[in-house]
């Protein structure tokens, strides 16, 4: 998993709470990423950020929110508008965005609803 | 539209026995092709990619994939699979580049592989 970690490990979340997912990286790389993986469908990319203080939305954005203030931080925000938040939720990282550079994926979070 | 296929939901093996998992593609241009493998509860780790050159790409953990493009398959190889090789696999490829030339990634569903001793 590199230099990047992601916590909690399982976050349990109360109907109508938001919740928030941390992601740091130590690798010095400018872009991060946030997926969703549910069983069977692969992985979907929610937010991508290039830059700090810059980020746009993904195939599946409905439902989060990201912030990107610091270079190493990237953290997601499953608020209470996505109804179906049950999901394991990896953060990765490359180091400029561009097409041939390899993303690096932390241990993920798995996200649950009481 | 940009689009990668595993055929296969699951693998098995025998231990020592050669392994292929498959992967097709289907992309406009060249296409920048990536494995990762994930054990349980875990993030995805990085294996190999094809970005141009030698068809046949050699990775981690004695993991090979050929690049075929006229077939537009991606298949993952290892001439004698082990135990602790039972994961879930996933092929990826690069899609057309949002504004800004982001490097955004389509994976497939997976391929789980059993290796059995």
């Known amino acids: 998993d590199g230099g990047i970690t992601q916590s909690p490990k399982y976050l349990f979340r109360k109907e109508g709470q938001n919740v928030t997912l941390s992601c740091e990286q130590n690798l010095n790389h400018d872009a991060m990423y946030w997926y969703r993986q549910d069983p069977g469908q692969g992985l979907r990319l929610i937010y991508y950020s290039q830059i700090v203080n810059d980020f746009q939305k993904g195939d599946i954005a409905e439902g989060y929110s990201v912030s990107r203030e610091k270079k190493e931080s990237f953290p997601l925000t499953v608020t209470s508008a996505q109804k179906n938040p049950t999901a394991f939720y990896l953060c990765?990282?490359?180091?400029?965005?561009?097409?041939?550079?390899?993303?690096?994926f932390g241990p993920g979070t798995r996200l649950l609803v009481l | 539209a940009q689009s990668v296929a595993q055929p296969e939901d699951q693998v098995n093996v025998a231990e020592g026995n050669p392994l292929t998992v498959k992967c097709t593609y289907s992309?406009?241009?060249?296409?920048?092709l990536f494995w990762y493998v994930q054990y349980p509860n875990r993030g995805l780790q990085f294996l190999l990619k094809y970005i141009t050159g030698d068809n046949l790409v050699k990775g981690s953990y004695g993991f090979e994939a050929e690049f075929n493009k006229s077939q537009t398959s991606f298949h993952l190889k290892k001439p004698s699979a082990l135990v602790s090789d039972s994961a879930l696999y996933f092929c990826?490829?690069?899609?057309?580049?949002?504004?800004?030339?982001?490097?955004?990634?389509?994976f497939g569903a997976g391929t789980r592989l059993a290796v059995h001793p």
């Open positions: 990765a990282s490359s180091s400029s965005g561009r097409a041939w550079e390899t993303q690096y």
């Open positions: 990826a490829v690069r899609d057309l580049p949002f504004s800004g030339g982001y490097n955004k990634l389509i």
């Open positions: 992309v406009s241009g060249n296409p920048y």
